[in-house]
């Protein structure tokens, strides 16, 4: 099992990125899918999760209206679109894979699979 983040960089406040995900060695129709981030001296916190239909997404309060999950299956993989950012979202993003189930698991213990993660890093 693998999962390759990528697109982090370092940007202005207020500018947008998009990360990616690329998943291999999962069977993805099952798994819902997710993005937590970590940042220096901080837990890891939960961010964003899709369901395995992409019909079900739900978003840590402080990214809601500004973050979007989604995934293509078709392609393995799965994105987040992150608009105005700020310098509170700067932190190293982990794209994450679990069994699909109802509701949202924000917790770190309930993912099996992660990514290397990606380094966000946002200039005021």
């Known amino acids: 099992v693998q999962l390759q983040a990528s697109g982090g960089e370092l940007v202005q406040a207020g500018d947008s990125l998009r990360l990616s995900c690329v998943i291999s060695g999962l069977s993805l129709s099952t798994k819902a899918l997710g993005w937590f981030r970590q940042a220096p001296g901080k837990e890891r916190e939960f961010v964003a999760q899709?369901?395995?239909?992409?019909?079900?997404?739900y978003y840590a309060d402080s990214v809601k209206e500004r973050f979007t999950i989604s995934r293509d299956n078709a392609k393995s993989t799965v994105y987040l679109q992150m608009n105005s950012l700020k310098p509170e979202d700067m932190a190293v993003y982990y794209c994450?894979?679990?069994?699909?189930?109802?509701?949202?698991?924000?917790?770190?213990?309930?993912?099996?699979?992660w990514g290397q993660g990606t380094q966000v890093t946002v200039s005021s």
């Open positions: 899709i369901r395995r239909s992409g019909g079900n997404r």
């Open positions: 994450t894979a679990k069994l699909d189930q109802w509701g949202r698991q924000s917790q770190p213990s309930e993912w099996p699979h």
